[in-house]
């Protein structure tokens, strides 16, 4: 009989990067030795847009799922590891060492995934560790532990982790969902953004580029695609956007995915995500496996995976300036940009093709 590996993460029906790569791991992932088995934790997708008024229910959840987790490990003896992937914040630290501790009182071998990661956060317990101090031995005690960047490695063995248990993996796209021909028909280029719609990932920055590349003489068109964060930022995105007059140049648009985002993908030359904060974004992952050039930030694993001047750019976080430049920069080498855009498709298939993620983690599991 095969042991069972049980992913203690959101509903799959959540939006997020995490919830795309788990569908994406549980679609893909064939094992001789191992079944995978979901348990929801945290937010429900029908509270997404409503998290912060939850207060007193998330609490009464948090016990109901931690007392279901409690059941499940009882009834199903055959759950040989417990995988948890909390963001690098205190909210999710504190909720899934939880289930790190239960996990580790019935004997089950524990693996923790660090997804998001918050350098304001890491730089605060580096400093003044306090309560989290206790929460970190909770996951320095994990049989193994992924990271996303190799810059989160060198963090989490600054902090006391063991560093033979640490692997760096990355996000991962499916090959059969890629388009086989791109779809580009116009001479001029197409910029892309794709994501959620909010401060941290820099979509102010994109329309005050925009802005500046018009004062330069050179206007480009770009395409966003994403939900909101809330109400505020829908408000400051559409006045600022009336403000400098770009209501026929940057289009917002709602939340894409499956099909509809990939034949977008498939028809834009060049993917603008100036994020502030990243673990290892599956957009710029299905950007580069898109064919496209990608101009962002040294955040998370990004600039390990665009090297800059090479396969795409790497600007500073919070520079529209320099973002305006480097989009001017492709305007002017139309050719050169859709040339790297070519060559990134085949260095994502080598890099972060399913089978090659999926290969990496069975790895992981059979030594733990």
């Not at 409690?70 to 992937?85: D, E, G, H, P, W």
């Not at 330069?216 to 403000?243: F, L």
Request: positive net charge; hydrophobic residues 40%.
């Amino acid at each position: 009989m095969k042991k069972t590996i049980l992913i203690v993460t959101k509903h799959p029906k959540s939006k997020g990067g995490v919830i795309n790569y788990y569908n994406h791991f549980f679609k893909v992932f064939n094992s001789d030795e191992y079944n995978l088995k979901w348990f929801t934790i945290g937010s429900r997708p029908e509270d997404y847009y409503n998290r912060s008024d939850r207060k007193f229910w998330y609490a009464f959840e948090l016990l109901k799922d931690v007392f279901l987790f409690i059941f499940l490990l009882i009834k199903n003896r055959n759950i040989a590891i417990v995988q948890v992937s909390p963001s690098f914040i205190p909210v999710p630290l504190f909720r899934d060492s939880m289930y790190l501790i239960i996990a580790k009182i019935f004997g089950k071998k524990t693996i923790t995934f660090f997804r998001g990661w918050s350098r304001e956060f890491e730089q605060r317990i580096i400093s003044k560790p306090g309560y989290f101090k206790y929460v970190l031995n909770l996951y320095k005690k994990s049989d193994a532990v992924l990271v996303l960047a190799n810059k989160f490695k060198h963090v989490l063995v600054d902090l006391g982790f063991n560093a033979a248990k640490i692997n760096v993996t990355r996000t991962m796209f499916i090959q059969k969902d890629i388009p086989k021909k791109r779809f580009i028909v116009s001479q001029s280029l197409k910029f892309l953004y794709i994501g959620r719609l909010s401060l941290q990932k820099g979509i102010i920055d994109i329309i005050d580029a925009v802005k500046l590349a018009n004062d330069n003489g050179i206007k480009v068109n770009v395409d966003m695609y994403g939900h909101y964060a809330n109400e505020e930022i829908k408000i400051i995105t559409n006045t600022k956007i009336n403000d400098y007059s770009l209501e026929n140049q940057i289009k917002i648009n709602g939340f894409i995915s499956g099909v509809d985002k990939y034949h977008k993908l498939a028809e834009a030359d060049v993917f603008l995500f100036p994020t502030y904060n990243e673990g290892c974004p599956n957009s710029i992952i299905e950007a580069l496996a898109s064919g496209l050039f990608v101009i962002s930030t040294p955040v998370g694993a990004i600039d390990e995976m665009v090297l800059n001047d090479k396969n795409g750019i790497i600007i500073p976080l919070k520079s529209p300036i320099k973002l305006a430049k480097k989009i001017q920069w492709c305007v002017n080498n139309i050719n050169k940009v859709r040339e790297i855009g070519q060559s990134n498709a085949s260095y994502a298939s080598v890099n972060f093709e399913q089978d090659v993620i999926v290969e990496q983690i069975k790895k992981i599991y059979h030594i733990v």
